[in-house]
């Protein structure tokens, strides 16, 4: 089973889930059944990806308690502001099957649109009326996190961001760190990209392990959540294999090193797509 880390609002996140991104809505309820019965226990999703009925009905078809699942989605960039943003989650839940989700995120900042604070009250009140038992943000970065914060008195209690060797961001999982807010990185796997990379393949090979164990166990090592997606069955065994072994000191330095700020997706400062 996989660890646990502290959200600042006193409840707990799964520090290893799968992603359901770009998994296709015909397929989505039997990957998230099968990946749940193999042990995973966090289920990211978001309204945009189109398969939140799956995504439910998954949940569902595992025959785990609800309450054992930890179950994330996301207000998609056209219904920020603080009425489409209530809406927003009701239509998540009712497509979902569930009266309140574990964690809801605002997808994108969209600085253009400049809503994210209404849409961040938004998410305050949904959680006051037991919608979402805890409210964060994704894609968030710090002038949108001290915003958000210095206007409501509210940190989220994550932010889902793009990490991986290749784009390691410092700054600002030290300013997540500063103020109790977890990193959850997306496309943690970041392509492929650094599988190759000379110290990804010598802790492979040292510890008996795929590059993408490596790179994932990384995550983990850096206090972050990860949530790598995967819709083959042995993808999702390899990806959830990683509580058994550990990088060592040297071992981390040499992945830090691999760090050249480069980003597979979009910058957030510049994505306002609607
Ligand atoms: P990922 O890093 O998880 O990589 C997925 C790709 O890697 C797929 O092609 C998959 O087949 C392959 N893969 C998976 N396991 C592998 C393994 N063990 N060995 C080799 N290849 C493997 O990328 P992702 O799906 O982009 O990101 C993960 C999740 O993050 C998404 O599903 C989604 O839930 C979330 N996400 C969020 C945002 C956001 O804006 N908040 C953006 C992108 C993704």
Redesign the pocket.
Known sequence: MTQVLALNDSRQIPQLGF????VPAATTAETTATALRMGYRLV???AIYGNEAGQGDGIRRSGLPREDIFVTT?VWNSEQGFDKTLRAADGSLKRLGLDQVDLLLI??PCPAQDLYLDSWRALIRLQKEGKALSIGV??FQEPHLERIIGETGVTPVLN?V?I?PRLQQPGLRAFHDKHKIVTQS???????RSFDAAPVQAAATRAGK?P??VILRWHVQIGASV??????EA?LR??LDLFDFALTDAEMAAIAALDEGARC?PDPARFNMA
Not at 19 to 22: E, P
Request: aromatic letters at 8%; hydrophobic letters at 25%.
């Open positions: 992603g359901l991104w770009q990211d999703g978001a996301k997808h994108w994704s894609n889902q793009e991986n997306w496309t943690p796997l970041g392509q492929g795929t993408a164990q949530i790598p997606r995967s819709t083959r993808g390899e990806n997706g």
